[in-house]
């Protein structure tokens, strides 16, 4: 079974410039998600897709950062413009959504932003 | 709101056991969870309990949960320098709409 993609595994930027990240959940997970893990910190929820709807974007920052689900399968997360602050791994990860409450998260390796 | 702590680091010698520890506030979780991030990985699910169980085992790893503190701990036996990663304490709350996720604890294998 293929895991979770993301591209790009490393982007170089300068502050005010903008980038997109791209994820590919694994086949039939019908939730997805985009995490923002600061080094040295555990990962923090951006955004929640279950299908192509969003669950829950509460921790978006959404005068820069934009997340959309095409077609409930592949997501893209832009940020638009970048702050340092925003230097960090974009984790995306995606689970089969069973509506148990037990919801297995699978990561994808991540997306290492520099913002300089 | 929400919380998860961990302990950062953990330092252990190869073959002995590693404890690994966690304290939740959300009287409402359901079910909680052990992940381990490998240096440039992503996280990876090791092992889950419902919140009804006090301790499940599976293989090496074997975890306690204690409600009345919120407490959750790993405990890896033989550990190995294999072990030697990043291991995130996790929570989901009623509905299992949103997992959080504690710090980690970094985990040093010494051979």
């Known amino acids: 079974e293929a895991g979770v993609a993301q591209s790009p595994r490393y982007k170089i930027i300068e502050k005010r410039q903008s980038v997109a990240f791209w994820c590919n959940p694994i086949?039939?997970?019908?939730?997805l998600y985009w995490y923002q893990q600061i080094l040295g910190q555990g990962p923090k929820l951006l955004i929640q897709?279950?299908?192509?709807?969003?669950?829950?974007d509460s921790q978006l920052p959404k005068d820069r950062f934009s997340a959309e689900r095409l077609k409930g399968v592949d997501s893209t997360l832009k940020i638009q413009p970048a702050k340092l602050e925003d230097s960090a791994v974009y984790l995306c990860?995606?689970?089969?959504?069973?509506?148990?409450?037990?919801?297995?998260?699978?990561f994808g390796s991540g997306t290492q932003l520099s913002v300089l | 709101g929400e919380d998860v702590e961990q302990s950062l680091f953990l330092s252990v010698r190869e073959g002995d056991s590693s404890v690994i520890n966690c304290t939740y506030t959300?009287?409402?979780?359901?079910?909680l969870y052990w992940y381990k991030q490998e240096p440039g990985a992503g996280l990876q699910l090791l092992t889950y309990?419902?919140?009804?169980?006090d301790m499940k085992q599976d293989q090496r790893l074997t975890v306690l949960l204690n409600k009345k503190d919120k407490h959750l701990s790993l405990r890896i036996a033989d550990t190995q320098t294999g072990d030697s990663a990043i291991y995130f304490c996790?929570?989901?709350?009623?509905?299992?709409?949103?997992?959080?996720f504690g710090a980690g604890t970094r985990l040093f294998v010494k051979a």
């Open positions: 990860a995606s689970s089969l959504d069973t509506g148990g409450g037990n919801e297995k998260l699978f």
């Open positions: 086949s039939g997970h019908a939730t």
């Open positions: 897709f279950q299908n192509n709807g969003v669950v829950d």
């Open positions: 996790a929570e989901t709350s009623t509905g299992g709409f949103k997992t959080i």
């Open positions: 959300d009287s409402s979780s359901t079910y």
């Open positions: 309990i419902f919140s009804n169980m």
